[in-house]
């Protein structure tokens, strides 16, 4: 295991000592989120946890707590979720969050806005002073239009660019929707109000920018000395 690997590892059980048996568990997508879900399946299987339910934010994630044995269930059926545990692609000092490169920011906002205890598991290269400064800011759309909102995304500051999957072809989240990539340089000054200016568009669905939600972030850290 690499040394970045070994601390996503180390910061993921850490998140997930705060999960208890009894508990609804929002179950994140990514590299990190899916060390996380490894290790709430293994407690399961040893006896460590039981009577727990997962909501999958993704189908990778849904496919994932299947193998593993996670019982899942819905938003409809429990619709205050005690624990989320997620990743991140990048976190501001205030925990304010980009995310969405795996493409599942809708339903893992949707999830984390039902969520009572937001966990955020990250490795240290993903703390920046400001949002959009490394990594573009994803946007999901509608595919009818998705071309319109272009210009007014360059007008913000913005270089957005059609994210496409292997094939070539725009990438379809589990929504059904695009996803449009758009870079800052030097990062977003005032991340409210292009969240605003862009969630005020007809036919954008969401974006990457999770904003005031206030998650515990645990990051996993060179140990010292």
């Given at each position: 295991?690499?040394?970045?690997?070994?601390?996503?590892?180390?910061?993921?059980?850490?998140?997930?000592?705060?999960?208890?048996?009894g508990?609804?568990?929002?179950?994140?997508?990514?590299?990190?989120?899916?060390?996380?879900?490894?290790?709430?399946?293994?407690?399961?299987?040893?006896?460590?946890?039981?009577?727990?339910?997962g909501?999958?934010?993704?189908?990778?994630?849904?496919?994932?707590?299947?193998?593993?044995?996670?019982?899942?269930?819905?938003?409809?059926?429990?619709?205050?979720?005690?624990?989320?545990?997620?990743?991140?692609?990048?976190?501001?000092?205030?925990?304010?969050?980009?995310?969405?490169?795996?493409?599942?920011?809708?339903?893992?906002?949707?999830?984390?806005?039902?969520?009572?205890?937001?966990?955020?598991?990250?490795?240290?290269?993903?703390?920046?002073?400001?949002?959009?400064?490394?990594?573009?800011?994803p946007?999901?759309?509608?595919?009818?239009?998705?071309?319109?909102?272009?210009?007014?995304?360059?007008?913000?500051?913005?270089?957005?660019?059609?994210?496409?999957?292997?094939?070539?072809?725009?990438?379809?989240t589990?929504?059904?929707?695009?996803?449009?990539?758009?870079?800052?340089?030097?990062?977003?000054?005032?991340p409210?109000?292009?969240?605003?200016?862009?969630r005020?568009?007809?036919?954008?669905?969401?974006?990457?920018?999770?904003?005031?939600?206030?998650p515990?972030?645990?990051?996993?850290?060179?140990?010292q000395?």
């Amino acid at each position: 295991m690499g040394a970045q690997s070994e601390l996503k590892q180390r910061a993921a059980e850490e998140a997930v000592a705060h999960v208890r048996s009894g508990m609804v568990l929002g179950l994140g997508t990514g590299s990190t989120a899916a060390l996380a879900v490894e290790a709430i399946g293994r407690k399961l299987a040893a006896g460590e946890l039981a009577s727990i339910v997962g909501i999958p934010t993704s189908t990778r994630t849904r496919d994932q707590a299947r193998a593993l044995g996670i019982p899942l269930t819905t938003l409809e059926e429990h619709p205050v979720v005690d624990v989320t545990i997620d990743g991140a692609d990048e976190v501001d000092p205030r925990g304010n969050l980009v995310k969405g490169g795996g493409g599942a920011l809708l339903w893992e906002k949707i999830v984390a806005a039902a969520t009572t205890l937001y966990i955020i598991v990250v490795d240290e290269s993903k703390l920046v002073d400001r949002l959009g400064a490394g990594f573009a800011v994803p946007v999901e759309v509608m595919p009818f239009g998705w071309g319109t909102h272009l210009e007014p995304m360059r007008s913000l500051g913005g270089q957005p660019v059609l994210r496409r999957d292997d094939a070539g072809e725009p990438y379809l989240t589990d929504g059904g929707h695009y996803i449009i990539d758009v870079s800052f340089p030097g990062g977003l000054e005032d991340p409210q109000s292009v969240d605003r200016a862009l969630r005020d568009r007809p036919g954008i669905v969401e974006t990457g920018l999770f904003l005031g939600m206030k998650p515990r972030v645990i990051v996993g850290r060179v140990p010292q000395g």
